[in-house]
């Protein structure tokens, strides 16, 4: 079956420092998108960063990257010097070629002062 | 700028009621998706439609169904509600450009079936 894995439950990091949140994916299809959204504890659902499967260079947005290992099937996102306001619930999804937009469990981020 | 737009937002149940979600969009999407949220089990797919007058199963279809008489229209509906159905309903629409386009989200509705 088609899925979505983070392996990461729960994560603590330094204010300032870099963090690197983990998500690998199943699937057979050839053609896929991945995505990365963040859920404040205020509860919206916030898109991040986008990744193609054919797009040849990582995505990247603002302090966001997403670090793609297509061989490997995995799409890290990367954030370069946290701050406070990154501690929240972060999902990463995959668009399927049959329209299916299926998501993580999800990593709670905790950003300490 | 509504963007997606679900009501109700708070709703309590018993348990064989009905009940159905609204989920509205001004952006003129093709794609909406119904999501659930619960603890520890991220956003599982319950139904999707990729267009007016279609719908089809997601990961977890089992006790709703669904409607898109409208565009901008996308009808979740519990039958008779159950306590393994208390939780909060996320939808969202995507323009659906290839693989890219984003989902948009309403802001959840919490369903509590007691």
């Known amino acids: 079956a088609q899925k979505i894995t983070q392996t990461q439950p729960g994560m603590f990091v330094q204010e300032k420092e870099a963090v690197t949140l983990d998500c690998t994916y199943d699937?057979?299809?050839?053609?896929?998108?991945l995505f990365w959204y963040k859920q404040p504890s205020s509860g919206e659902m916030i898109f991040l960063i986008y990744?193609?499967?054919?797009?040849?260079q990582n995505a990247t947005e603002g302090r966001y990257s997403l670090n793609f290992q297509k061989a490997r099937k995995s799409a890290n996102l990367v954030i370069s010097a946290s701050q406070l306001g990154d501690s929240a619930m972060y999902f990463c999804a995959m668009r399927r070629r049959d329209d299916k937009i299926i998501f993580g469990k999800g990593t709670r981020l905790h950003i300490l002062p | 700028n509504a963007g997606v737009t679900q009501t109700p937002k708070f709703r309590v149940l018993k348990t064989g009621q009905s009940m159905t979600l609204l989920c509205a969009q001004d952006?003129?999407?093709?794609?909406m998706y119904w999501y659930r949220q619960d603890p520890g089990m991220g956003l599982r797919l319950i139904h999707y439609s990729v267009g007016e007058g279609t719908t089809a199963k997601g990961e977890v279809p089992d006790g709703y169904n669904v409607s898109r008489l409208k565009k901008q229209n996308f009808l979740l509906g519990l039958e008779s509600a159950a306590p393994s159905q208390t939780s909060v309903y996320f939808c969202a629409s995507s323009s659906g450009q290839g693989f890219s386009g984003e989902l948009f989200f309403g802001e959840g509705s919490r369903l509590t079936v007691l």
């Open positions: 952006m003129n999407h093709e794609y």
């Open positions: 990744q193609g499967s054919y797009d040849e």
């Open positions: 699937t057979s299809d050839q053609s896929y998108g």
